[in-house]
């Protein structure tokens, strides 16, 4: 069955949209957040635990499996689902993005781009037509595009040029994505900072009539409020029945902002990150569990959190974990800060439908520490 997007309710308050997307793996209640398991595996976390903190969709990457361990290995596998254990919907980022920010040696043509791998230096050539059978085989319900994220800054005439070329690239995708059932493939959206080309690539992305888009070019390491003014011009060229995907977002004041610019779907490396960094997400903001003052505290890491690790464990106990460099350490923190951000999108959808997300908005800001 092809991916189809039910819209559910318009905020009377703000861009924000309530919806569901519908899969052949099964439905999807947006706006949500996608945890990433770029190689296969949301990094410490088994598929059960996914499913106990209520992921409905992950998000694994074209770049690192085709080099490692190879998409051919993983169709005969069966499939991501079935090489990784895990039946609900996967999202496939198309490599464009981390070729750009992790390969090395990079040469870009119309054809495609040349890089070195990460892992060994070894030469490599990923086209449009590369990036989707690489998909194909990988067997993601969500497929994207290849595409340039065009770097932060970058000057108009060449992010006009990338996304022209980009444009070209996702007709090619979109010729070689021909009857493969049950696989959907979402347009990516680029044009830098500058909102007419941001416009002029919405217009071209459309007429391909892909069955959802995404805001790519983003979350690069440009200050926040410049990300949230070109949402805010990007998201209204969007088609309104289509979902809408801000990739690389991430952290719950861009969630909630991205929610409020009518962003549907977001993924990013954050919490997983940071998690085994020692730093969570927590309702009174961030807390650095090897901070000394955490030594004798024998309370839950966030008092307004009922996960498994906040019911369970101590700081204290977290932060002897961390010192000790004990495994379990990152283990609990990752549940906790995905169980974070899934909550949160939870409660995002509440708000929307409860028309009261704005208010919903300030009250989080307030005590997580942003300015409101
Ligand atoms: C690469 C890694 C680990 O993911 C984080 C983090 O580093 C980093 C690197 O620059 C900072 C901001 C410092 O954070 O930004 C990543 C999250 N931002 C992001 N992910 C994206 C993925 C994308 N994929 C495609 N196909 N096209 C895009 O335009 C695109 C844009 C994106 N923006
Ligand atoms: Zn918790």
Redesign the pocket.
């Known amino acids: 069955m092809a991916l189809t997007y039910e819209l559910i309710k318009e905020c009377k308050q703000s861009g924000a949209r309530l919806g569901k997307i519908h899969t052949a793996r099964g439905v999807i209640e947006t706006p949500i957040f996608m945890p990433v398991g770029t190689q296969a595996t949301v990094k410490t976390m088994t598929p059960e635990e996914l499913k106990d903190i209520k992921s409905q969709i992950i998000l694994s990457n074209t770049y690192h499996l085709y080099l490692r361990p190879g998409h051919e290995l993983v169709k005969k596998a069966g499939g991501l689902h079935r090489f990784m254990n895990w039946d609900k919907p996967i999202l496939t980022?198309?490599?464009?993005?981390?070729v750009f920010?992790?390969g090395d040696l990079r040469k870009i043509s119309e054809e495609g781009v040349e890089f070195r791998s990460h892992l060994d230096g070894s030469k490599h050539f990923i086209s449009p037509e590369k990036a989707v059978e690489i998909q194909n085989a990988l067997g993601s319900d969500i497929m994207?595009?290849?595409?340039e994220?065009a770097p932060y800054p970058a000057d108009r005439e060449y992010v006009k040029n990338s996304l022209e070329r980009t444009t070209r690239w996702a007709k090619r995708c979109k010729d070689a994505h021909k009857n493969i059932e049950n696989q959907s493939l979402f347009g990516?959206i680029?044009g830098g900072m500058y909102g007419d080309l941001r416009k002029q690539s919405a217009e071209e992305l459309l007429e391909l009539d892909f069955p959802g888009y995404?805001v790519?070019?983003?979350?690069?390491?440009e200050p926040k409020p410049l990300m949230y003014e070109v949402l805010e011009y990007t998201t209204p060229f969007m088609p309104k029945n289509k979902p809408r995907y801000l990739?690389?977002?991430?952290s719950p004041d861009c969630l909630i902002e991205g929610v409020i610019r009518g962003i549907d779907m977001f993924?990013?490396?954050?919490p997983t990150?940071i998690a085994r960094n020692g730093t969570a997400m927590t309702s009174h903001g961030k807390v650095v569990i090897k901070n000394a003052k955490h030594t004798e505290d024998f309370t839950g890491l966030d008092p307004e959190c009922d996960c498994y690790t906040c019911k369970n464990y101590s700081k204290a106990y977290l932060r002897h974990l961390f010192k000790a460099n004990e495994v379990l350490g990152l283990r609990l923190m990752s549940h906790h800060n995905l169980y974070f951000l899934l909550k949160l999108m939870e409660e995002i959808r509440q708000a929307i439908k409860e028309d009261r997300l704005l208010d919903y908005r300030k009250n989080f800001f307030v005590k997580y520490g942003y300015d409101v």
């Open positions: 980022d198309s490599g464009g993005f981390q920010s992790l994207m595009v290849f595409d994220c990516i680029q995404a790519g070019g983003l979350s690069v390491g990739m690389g977002v991430g993924d990013c490396v954050l990150r």
